[in-house]
């Protein structure tokens, strides 16, 4: 297609999947990323090394695209607030102003419902659910502050859209599943009793076709824009069977140890208090964040999603399973 489609983040999990299947479907890519590719890239992609923090880079590397898919930003269950909201939501805003400056016509950033999330248990909401103010939890609240710096950007020349996919998995996950084996190994990967806890998370082919389908859907003028979208498998499971079949498909014993909701809360957050106060580096082994999302219900109303964008999963839950199985021992 004679456009050129901008991917920040394109070295990331989430956004290296958008670029390949942008370029599957016949898309010039331009990737944004902070270092060089570590492997050869598709012939009709650019790579373009840049910076979310340096305006300069940015502006080259908007030249002549017609639309961007942010995907870029830091993620995680512990750091600095103010080093959060430096990257996701000032780059973002960064960003949103380089691409006006570029006469950029769409524009799509990658959320997260953790947005809406304020501790307790979430089943069924849609996006009318309210945003969640609580700085205690630095990532969703960065990112919260981005999403409404590009929604609140939408307009008739600047067409701007957010898609939250929900805890997103699959082959080559360097966070997720990484994190999951080596705790798991080491006997410290704890469950929650008291469920079952529903989650709905979301397959990465099925995270970078919603963003497909939302690119389409703008640039074919439908009335998407200024809209946030819920994103997952569309199939809530139980968190714990989740964990033990993506432990066993990466070929590591199941966790069988549980603990009470009530105890897990109250050791995550005197162990935050701990590590601020002594100022240990690196991440505790338990947040308040972490023991939330793993003690309670998050799943999602698709039914925006569905309506607007036309998405439905592809891959279902057993298929990225069986995927993941298949990848992880082809690589270990």
Not at 6 to 28: D, E, H, N, P, Q
Not at 52 to 63: F, G, H, R
Not at 314 to 329: C, P, Q
Request: one cysteine or more.
């Amino acid at each position: 297609m004679d456009m050129t489609i901008l991917v920040t983040g394109a070295g990331g999990f989430l956004g290296g999947a958008v670029a390949s299947l942008l370029t599957s479907k016949g898309y010039r890519v331009r990737q944004l990323r902070r270092r060089p590719a570590p492997v050869a890239v598709p012939a009709s992609n650019e790579v373009v090394l840049g910076d979310l923090n340096d305006p300069s880079s940015l502006s080259s590397a908007l030249a002549g695209v017609e639309a961007v898919i942010h995907c870029a930003g830091i993620s995680g269950m512990w750091g600095d607030l103010n080093s959060f909201i430096e990257t996701n939501a000032m780059g973002t805003s960064r960003l949103l102003e380089s691409a006006r400056r570029a006469k950029v016509k769409y524009f799509i950033y990658t959320s997260t419902p953790s947005v809406v999330h304020s501790g307790g248990s979430l089943e069924g909401v849609d996006e009318s659910a309210p945003y969640s103010f609580d700085i205690t939890q630095p990532y969703a609240y960065s990112k919260m502050l981005a999403e409404r710096l590009v929604l609140e950007a939408n307009n008739p020349d600047f067409k701007t859209l957010a898609i939250r996919p929900h805890l997103i998995w699959g082959p080559g996950d360097p966070h997720l599943l990484p994190r999951l084996a080596q705790r798991a190994v080491r006997g410290r990967l704890f469950l929650f009793s008291g469920g079952p806890f529903l989650v709905d998370a979301t397959y990465i082919d099925n995270a970078a076709l919603a963003h497909y389908l939302a690119l389409e859907k703008l640039m074919n003028g439908a009335k998407v824009d200024g809209e946030a979208f819920f994103i997952a498998q569309g199939s809530p499971v139980d968190l714990n069977m989740l964990i033990n079949q993506l432990l066993v498909a990466i070929s590591v014993p199941r966790t069988r140890r549980r603990i009470p909701r009530s105890l897990g809360l109250k050791a995550a957050k005197l162990i935050e208090w701990f590590w601020r106060f002594f100022k240990i580096p690196g991440e505790p082994p338990v947040t308040v964040f972490t023991a939330r999302q793993m003690s309670s219900s998050h799943w999602y109303d698709l039914t925006k999603a569905k309506r607007l964008l036309g998405y439905e999963a592809k891959v279902s839950i057993d298929e990225g399973l069986m995927r993941v199985a298949k990848h992880w021992a082809d690589t270990h």
